[in-house]
């Protein structure tokens, strides 16, 4: 069974300070891996996702995340916040190829201090 | 705008009534989706749809029915309402299993008093 861990329901960084969002997930079959993010009043937006290609994954807005299989750990990063990064940040972890269901960890909201 | 369109976006509802939400895609997607959303919670699966004519439970489908009525829509059913149904709820869709991320639409934010 899959499912993903997210530490830190909250986490501040000044702006221009590195983000470092973290995700740890477990499976038992090579998983897929999903960054989204969720701006206040909106849906799931898909930042980046891991399919077994390269495990370093960059994906929109300067974020970028790496798949570490020794860790379980697939933490997103972003070089330098921005005040338009405000907003709640969720991992998701599929399971093995044919299987539907996306496991979404409880969710970090990140607050950037001006 | 291509994507996923769910209605109502709010509704407020008292206790023992029912109601239905509505989600069409316009991406030919295979798969729909319904996730509810609760704080600290995360997202949870009530009900998916992986291809048309096809339905499943999820992780939390008590008080819910779904009905996959062609391969766009996909609805969402609280045949007898409770307080703790009061979430918001998404619709998802995907083309192809697993690696093949989500498109969300924006949400229904419902309320049972």
């Known amino acids: 069974a899959q499912s993903v861990t997210q530490l830190g329901s909250h986490v501040s960084v000044s702006e221009g300070a590195l983000v470092l969002l973290r995700c740890n997930y477990s499976s038992s079959v090579p998983p897929y891996l999903f960054w989204y993010v969720q701006y206040p009043n909106q849906g799931l937006q898909l930042l980046l996702k891991y399919t077994s290609a390269a495990t370093l994954v960059k994906g929109i807005n300067g974020f970028e995340a790496e798949f570490k299989k020794s860790e379980t750990s697939f933490h997103l990063t972003k070089p330098s916040a921005h005040m338009s990064d405000a907003a709640e940040y969720f991992c998701?972890?599929?399971?093995?190829?044919?299987?539907?269901?996306?496991?979404f960890g409880t969710g970090t909201r990140l607050k950037v201090l001006a | 705008n291509a994507g996923v369109t769910q209605t109502p976006k709010f509704q407020v509802l008292k206790t023992g009534q029912s109601m239905t939400l509505q989600c069409a895609q316009d991406?030919?997607?295979?798969?729909m989706y319904w996730y509810r959303q609760d704080p600290g919670m995360g997202l949870r699966l009530i009900y998916y749809?992986?291809?048309?004519?096809?339905?499943d439970k999820g992780e939390v489908p008590n008080g819910y029915n779904v009905s996959r009525l062609n391969k766009r829509e996909f609805s969402l059913r609280l045949e007898s309402a409770a307080p703790s149904q009061t979430s918001v709820y998404f619709c998802?869709?995907?083309?192809?299993?697993?690696?093949?991320?989500?498109?969300f639409g924006s949400g229904t934010r419902l309320t049972v008093v």
């Open positions: 991406m030919n997607h295979n798969s």
């Open positions: 749809s992986a291809s048309e004519g096809t339905t």
């Open positions: 998701a972890v599929s399971g093995a190829r044919g299987t539907y269901k996306y496991i």
């Open positions: 998802a869709s995907n083309a192809k299993q697993g690696d093949d991320g989500y498109t």
